[in-house]
T-cell receptor
Framework: DTEVTQTPKHLVMGMTNKKSLKCEQH?????MYWYKQKAKKPPELMFV???????INESVPSRFSPECPNSSLLNLHLHALQPEDSALYLC???????????????FGSGTQLSVL | SQQGEEDPQALSIQEGENATMNCSYK?????LQWYRQNSGRGLVHLIL?????REKHSGRLRVTLDTSKKSSSLLITASRAADTASYFC??????????FGKGTRLHILP
């Protein structure tokens, strides 16, 4: 199984809602990532987990809260988002944490988020 | 911060032709990767090339790396409609991060 599964595929939420994005992989990968991607732009790194511990937080606003309950699951909890947070949110995993870009990233299909 | 920058930003070619896109980067790298992204989907890893390698092949894909010019190129031979996608190079940034370039949008015309 070489898949990273993300749910939901689409999400529309109001600025006062609380929602969660979910990501799952069963490849035994020990590093998992959240990226944010705006239309026609490259993915931007948000968070990195290594062995279920938060390794990198790219100064993301606290309205985004990541969680890694176990080695296969990664969640992104959303609360009080702004319209400018509308984007494609991508989850990825790699066998181990990147060291000098030596690990392939496996991406999910993403959650297309619209904040109204 | 941006490390890789692809060129051209957009490319349209006829099916069957070869497509070449380039990636330039600013600081020394250890590894460079290429990814493909179909519209609204996740990225798919294509090739990883190490700084001590000059060329790598995978099926219809050929990647070259010139560390003296700080550039890499991705060649897709005998293009097909299914190759229509955005292509990103990715290099190592600081603190074990992968940094993606701006991407080239490739459109294969029937």
């Amino acid at each position: 199984d070489t898949e990273v599964t993300q749910t939901p595929k689409h999400l529309v939420m109001g600025m006062t809602n609380k929602k969660s994005l979910k990501c799952e992989q069963h490849m035994g990968h020990r590093a998992m990532y959240w990226y944010k991607q705006k239309a026609k732009k490259p993915p931007e790194l948000m968070f990195v987990y290594s062995y279920e511990k938060l390794s990198i937080n790219e100064s993301v606003p606290s309205r985004f809260s990541p969680e890694c309950p176990n080695s296969s699951l990664l969640n992104l909890h959303l609360h009080a988002l702004q319209p400018e947070d509308s984007a494609l949110y991508l989850c990825a995993s790699s066998r181990l944490l990147q060291q000098r870009a030596n690990e392939k990233l496996f991406f999910g299909s993403g959650t297309q988020l619209s904040v109204l | 911060s941006q490390q890789g920058e692809e060129d051209p930003q957009a490319l349209s070619i006829q099916e069957g032709e070869n497509a070449t896109m380039n990636c330039s980067y600013k600081t020394s790298i250890n590894n460079l990767q290429w990814y493909r992204q179909n519209s609204g989907r996740g990225l798919v890893h294509l090739i990883l090339i190490r700084s001590n390698e000059r060329e790598k092949h995978s099926g219809r894909l050929r990647v070259t790396l010139d560390t003296s010019k700080k550039s890499s190129s991705l060649l897709i031979t005998a293009s097909r409609a299914a190759d229509t996608a955005s292509y990103f190079c990715a290099t190592d940034g600081r603190d074990d991060k992968i940094i993606f370039g701006k991407g080239t949008r490739l459109h294969i015309l029937p």
